[in-house]
Nanobody, 123 residues
Framework: QVQLVESGGGLVQAGGSLRLSCAAS????????MGWFRQASGKEREFVAS????????YYADSVKGRFTITSDNSENTVYLQMNSLKPEDTGVYYC????????????????WGQGTQVTVSS
Protein backbone atom coordinates (compact mmCIF):
# COMPACT_ATOMS: atom_id res chain seq x y z
CA GLN A 1 0.00 0.00 0.00
CA VAL A 2 1.44 3.35 -1.08
CA GLN A 3 1.94 5.84 1.71
CA LEU A 4 3.03 9.45 1.30
CA VAL A 5 3.74 11.50 4.41
CA GLU A 6 4.41 15.22 4.14
CA SER A 7 6.15 17.37 6.71
CA GLY A 8 7.77 20.77 6.98
CA GLY A 9 4.85 23.15 6.67
CA GLY A 10 4.37 26.11 8.96
CA LEU A 11 4.00 29.85 9.29
CA VAL A 12 6.55 32.12 7.66
CA GLN A 13 6.77 35.79 6.77
CA ALA A 14 6.72 36.95 3.18
CA GLY A 15 10.19 36.62 1.68
CA GLY A 16 11.03 33.68 3.90
CA SER A 17 11.73 30.05 3.10
CA LEU A 18 10.39 26.62 3.96
CA ARG A 19 11.35 23.11 2.92
CA LEU A 20 8.68 20.46 2.59
CA SER A 21 9.48 16.75 2.70
CA CYS A 22 7.50 13.79 1.43
CA ALA A 23 8.46 10.32 2.60
CA ALA A 24 7.19 7.62 0.24
CA SER A 25 6.75 3.93 0.99
CA UNK A 26 4.84 0.88 -0.10
CA UNK A 27 6.24 0.11 -3.54
CA UNK A 28 9.04 0.73 -6.02
CA UNK A 29 9.05 4.37 -7.10
CA UNK A 30 11.77 4.14 -9.72
CA UNK A 31 9.55 4.87 -12.73
CA UNK A 32 7.08 7.46 -11.49
CA UNK A 33 6.59 11.18 -11.26
CA MET A 34 6.40 12.68 -7.79
CA GLY A 35 4.48 15.90 -7.59
CA TRP A 36 3.62 18.72 -5.23
CA PHE A 37 0.22 20.35 -5.44
CA ARG A 38 -1.42 23.02 -3.31
CA GLN A 39 -4.90 24.14 -2.48
CA ALA A 40 -5.75 27.55 -1.12
CA SER A 41 -8.93 28.09 0.85
CA GLY A 42 -11.90 28.30 -1.51
CA LYS A 43 -9.84 27.44 -4.58
CA GLU A 44 -9.16 24.34 -6.62
CA ARG A 45 -6.06 22.28 -6.09
CA GLU A 46 -3.26 23.29 -8.46
CA PHE A 47 -0.04 21.81 -9.74
CA VAL A 48 3.13 23.24 -8.20
CA ALA A 49 6.03 21.04 -9.27
CA SER A 50 6.94 17.52 -10.31
CA UNK A 51 10.04 15.42 -10.72
CA UNK A 52 10.78 12.23 -12.59
CA UNK A 53 12.21 9.73 -10.17
CA UNK A 54 14.00 8.04 -13.08
CA UNK A 55 15.52 11.03 -14.94
CA UNK A 56 15.41 13.67 -12.16
CA UNK A 57 13.96 16.14 -14.66
CA UNK A 58 11.78 18.70 -12.90
CA TYR A 59 8.72 20.70 -13.94
CA TYR A 60 7.22 23.82 -12.39
CA ALA A 61 4.13 25.95 -12.48
CA ASP A 62 4.88 29.41 -13.85
CA SER A 63 3.89 30.97 -10.53
CA VAL A 64 6.74 29.27 -8.67
CA LYS A 65 9.51 29.09 -11.28
CA GLY A 66 12.74 30.55 -9.96
CA ARG A 67 11.51 30.40 -6.35
CA PHE A 68 10.74 26.74 -5.70
CA THR A 69 12.98 23.72 -6.28
CA ILE A 70 11.88 20.10 -6.26
CA THR A 71 14.46 17.42 -5.59
CA SER A 72 14.47 13.75 -4.74
CA ASP A 73 16.62 11.47 -2.64
CA ASN A 74 16.01 8.08 -4.18
CA SER A 75 18.00 6.25 -1.53
CA GLU A 76 15.63 7.60 1.11
CA ASN A 77 12.47 7.52 -1.04
CA THR A 78 11.95 11.17 -0.16
CA VAL A 79 10.98 14.17 -2.26
CA TYR A 80 11.62 17.74 -1.17
CA LEU A 81 10.18 21.09 -2.13
CA GLN A 82 12.44 24.02 -1.25
CA MET A 83 10.37 27.17 -1.25
CA ASN A 84 12.17 30.53 -1.25
CA SER A 85 10.94 34.11 -1.56
CA LEU A 86 7.55 33.04 -0.31
CA LYS A 87 4.55 35.24 -1.00
CA PRO A 88 1.18 35.42 0.76
CA GLU A 89 -0.40 33.88 -2.35
CA ASP A 90 1.66 30.73 -1.73
CA THR A 91 -0.50 30.05 1.32
CA GLY A 92 -2.40 26.78 1.22
CA VAL A 93 -2.33 23.09 1.99
CA TYR A 94 0.51 21.42 0.13
CA TYR A 95 0.06 17.82 -1.00
CA CYS A 96 2.60 15.29 -2.16
CA UNK A 97 1.42 12.90 -4.88
CA UNK A 98 2.74 9.93 -6.85
CA UNK A 99 1.83 8.99 -10.39
CA UNK A 100 1.09 5.49 -11.59
CA UNK A 101 4.05 3.29 -12.51
CA UNK A 102 5.29 4.00 -16.01
CA UNK A 103 3.52 7.34 -16.32
CA UNK A 104 4.97 9.36 -19.21
CA UNK A 105 3.80 12.83 -18.23
CA UNK A 106 4.31 14.96 -15.14
CA UNK A 107 0.91 16.49 -15.83
CA UNK A 108 -1.02 13.24 -15.89
CA UNK A 109 -3.00 11.60 -13.15
CA UNK A 110 -1.71 11.09 -9.64
CA UNK A 111 -3.57 8.24 -7.93
CA UNK A 112 -1.68 8.48 -4.65
CA TRP A 113 -1.82 11.41 -2.26
CA GLY A 114 -0.50 12.41 1.12
CA GLN A 115 -2.56 14.02 3.84
CA GLY A 116 -1.21 17.51 3.19
CA THR A 117 0.74 20.06 5.19
CA GLN A 118 -0.31 23.65 5.82
CA VAL A 119 1.86 26.51 4.60
CA THR A 120 0.91 30.01 5.70
CA VAL A 121 2.78 33.07 4.47
CA SER A 122 2.04 36.29 6.30
CA SER A 123 2.45 39.69 4.71
Amino acid sequence: QVQLVESGGGLVQAGGSLRLSCAASGRNFNNVFMGWFRQASGKEREFVASISWRTFRSYYADSVKGRFTITSDNSENTVYLQMNSLKPEDTGVYYCAASALGSVSPYGSYPYWGQGTQVTVSS
